[in-house]
């Protein structure tokens, strides 16, 4: 993996992994975890660019991970919440993530965040954007 | 209730001869007597014991009879206490109406005849114990209401918690579903020849399903919000013909075979909760889609009824609602269409009125002479304008 990659936590594995082949086709380098504990783990060996972190899991869930990403010292990449959870927007706040996808979400509407935090790397090279915190 | 049934009888006479007497003259009846023989006594008594009678001299030193029934009356506890004088002296009508002012029942002229001071303080009595009874009612009445009302209110969160957890597990599925056909989707749109053609018609149908699965567990979800009022209103200045631009641009992705249109003769600034108005015009809509099954023209316009109102139309030309049906149509899980299986869980225009009447506004369905039907929902253009519309019932021509 030359390029950093975008991180997809769901414990739901056909989400995580249909989301990750649709970032995949568009260009990205994706790594999947199934809960905040795998998530932390991908932290620390892949430094993500971005992550997209689903709220409701096991072991660790998307507010404790978040919690413990953000009380880490070092740039920080943007959180976009993904959630079936109805109150979306009010947890997405708490936890400071940049955005918030309701689901069931169009795809499209999720590439517009992605390509927003994360200009694509087959159209605006590698740069890192600084996360808005 | 066994401890509360001692009835406990003051007596206050400066003379405990006197008390002597009284305290013989009343052993037949089943109270506790207590004594005191100055008014500073009977009322360090009153502070600390039930007193359900007070029996007393009129004429007493230091503390009159007078003087300490006003005492006496002060104490909330004892507003309501009977208080029976006695008094040797002459008794003017003044001093007996002096009495009374003091809340006093009842008078006994001295000599005290037995049968007479037993009467009146087993009545006095009689109408203590009734009063105690009817408190303890009341209190277990009261109890009773509020644990009721807090295992209502249990079971409501049980069934909302319950609900908001089913809604969750649903559309994580569903979710899944969502994604790969658009998933299929999107490689039809980008490599034509790798998929075969026909897949694009079944996975619109899968992508639009599960969307219409989604909005019937936010229904079911919005009227458990609803039914608790739980459900408020944040309004801000609103750009309604943007809003409704936009709801149109998604229910036109849902169908091709109704057309949209949306015109305004106002461009006009609306407090309103946009997410709300939202979903009453996509209720809207998905009706009139729904309810014109051979497709057609779907009209919205916005229009503003005077300085404080805006009314927004929603016209479509299908089946319309049969006349003996209109009456009902905004009731909670009222199907005008249930026969011809068309019908959803009955709660779109329920949720739709309720969102309506969280902003003061009013909505109301109109049949046009040439078929089809037409909602109107007008809203207070301010928050300030906050009177209450007059809801007109039933339908318009």
Redesign the interface.
Known sequence: MTQPPILVVDD?I??AS??A??LH?EGYAVITAANGVEALECVARHSPKLIILDM?MPVMDGRAFAAAYRAQPGPQAPLIVMT???DATHSASEIQAQAVLA?????DRLLELVHLYYPSPDRDGDGYIEPRV | MQAHDTVNILMVDDQPAKLLSYEAMLTGLDVVLIKATTGRAALEILLKTDIAVVLMDVSMPELDGFELAALIRQHPRYQKTAIIFISGVHLTDLDRIRGYELGAVDYLPVPVIPEILCAKVSVFVELYRKTRQLEELNLDLESRVIERTAALQAALQIRDDFLAVAAHELKTPITSLHINAQLILRRLRREPDALPGWLKDQALIIEQQSERLTRLIEQVLDISRLDQKKELVERVPTDIMALAANVIAIMQTRTNRHSFSLTSDTSMMVEVDPGKIEQVLSNLLDNAIKYSPDGGEIVVTIRATNAEEVSILVRDHGIGIAPEKREAIFERFYQAHASEHRSGLGLGLYICSQIVALHNGVIAAEFPEDGGTQFVVTLPVRVQSLKPMVHKKGSRR
Not at chain 1, 103 to 107: E, Q, V, Y
């Open positions: 739901e056909t989400i249909s989301v082949e649709l086709d409701k079936a959870a109805q689901k069931p979400f169009a795809i």
